[in-house]
């Protein structure tokens, strides 16, 4: 992170990949959504060895909508600790710049 001048090389936040993975959720929310009426009702939620669906759910808007729900919580974690890790290196980057002699 140090060269030999002692500057502090700051690493980039992927920020755009953070922000590409929450348009994924929200374009897989509304080709859902729109495309609501054609889910089959009992959805399948399980399938066997055999491939063939072996349990299923009355159709639901938790039903449908809701793994996608649960993800957005640990995208929402790494999204706070990816900030805040970027935050902390700016802290650091700005303790370690050169004092300027006035």
């Known amino acids: ?11 980039p936040a992927p920020l755009g990949w953070l922000v590409a993975q929450y348009e994924v959720i929200a374009l897989c929310v509304l080709v859902l959504g729109l495309n609501y009426d054609r889910i089959p009702d009992p959805l399948p939620v399980h399938w066997g060895p055999s491939g063939q669906a072996d349990s299923w759910t009355d159709k639901s808007a938790g039903a449908v909508f809701g793994m996608l729900a649960i993800s957005i919580v640990p995208l929402g974690v790494l999204t706070s600790v990816i900030v805040y890790a970027a935050h902390q290196q700016a802290k650091i980057a700005h303790r370690e710049l050169p004092k300027k002699a006035c």
């Open 1 to 11: 992170m140090s060269d030999d001048d002692g500057i502090y090389e700051l690493v």
